[in-house]
Nanobody
């Protein structure tokens, strides 16, 4: 059974930091690419960052470049999103997702349908 669970969301003041974790089981974690996405009520889910399962290449949305860092630990079947210098506009439910292809990874941030498995999401709230 495929299971994906996100941890680490919460309430933080603007300028603060959070680290999200995403733990997966039930499929071959190592070979999958992973992405982080976020969604606020009334808006479409948007891609934040992704990381390759081939060479650990990483990509970021312009809105988070220089502030967020994605990483993975294959030994722990875990993907992380380190979020620094948080802004109120980062407030959203954050989801991680697995993609069984590592090709055209950067464009996959705008192609949510390419991701095979999704977590349930974790709320991040940044107060001003």
């Amino acid at each position: 059974e495929v299971q994906i669970v996100e941890f680490g969301g919460g309430l933080v003041q603007a300028g603060g930091s959070l680290r999200l974790s995403c733990v997966a089981s039930g499929f071959s974690f190592d070979s999958y690419a992973w992405g982080w996405f976020r969604q606020v009520p009334g808006k479409e889910r948007e891609g934040v960052s992704c990381i390759s399962g081939m060479d650990d290449s990483t990509y970021y949305a312009d809105s988070v470049k220089g502030r967020f860092t994605i990483s993975r630990d294959n030994a722990k079947n875990t993907v992380y999103l380190q979020m620094n210098s948080l802004k109120p506009e980062d407030t959203a439910v954050y989801y991680c997702a697995a993609r069984d292809s590592n090709w055209y990874l950067e464009s996959s941030l705008k192609s949510l349908w390419e991701y095979n498995y999704w977590g349930q999401g974790t709320q991040v709230t940044v107060s001003s």
